[in-house]
């Protein structure tokens, strides 16, 4: 095999690497998201659970309020009814004060549903802080236990890259680019073998990426020539190893 393609099967074995340690690191990273975005959300729920609260009690507030309006309003109605000077004034006081007192039953009740309902919903929110504490408990936990195996995953990230940075040193400007544009469509693997099959000429030729079958040609002029040749189809660098046939 030739220095140029030599030289990119170097850099693509230290650039797989490379791209499988920052694969592991992008999933520990996400767990934690994942986890994070667990915690918000629950935190959202409590807040709405929250203003729910404190909107039913500023309901039940109003309605206290009315109805102590409403029973002033029933005392002087009394009054009125016991200095009433004829009995048809008698009645017509009388029919106003049941109906007030039949409105004032109703406002009650629902006063209370409006407070049982704020409490329901007080233990909803406990519920809620309860969950929120032990979900915050397991992110604090994942990140705990993830913080040695990033820092870990660093270190192998910064030895990788300055083993690709010496690596690429070897390999002519447009190969890199050419190489890099491919690999960074398949998680480092920018290069693909040949694959021959069969056992007697005339051979087939796949392409080891993509196992798409390739022309011959490109391997007549990889036997002879170090060139970058690209799969017509995956557009993987390809290569021939040392034994091809
Ligand atoms: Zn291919």
Known sequence: MGTLLGGLLKLQAVERQLAQVRGRKRTRL???R???GKVELLRKEQDQLHQRI???RKDSDQLTL???TREDHVSKLRTSL???KTNKEYAAILTQLNG???DNAKIE?????VMQDAEAVVGEEAKSQERIAQEQARLE???KFTSDELARLETMIESLSAQRAEAAKDVPATALTAFERIAGNYDGEGMANIEIRGNKPPYDYVCGGCYMSLNAEHVNALRTRDEIRTCDNCQRILYLKEDGK
């Open 30 to 32: 996400n767990i934690i």
């Open 100 to 102: 007030m007192k039949a």
């Open 34 to 36: 994942v986890q994070e």
């Open 82 to 84: 016991n200095s009433a």
């Open 141 to 143: 936990e994942m990140k």
């Open 109 to 113: 009740e629902q006063a209370l549903i």
């Open 66 to 68: 009315d109805l102590k």
């Open 54 to 56: 404190l909107s039913r």
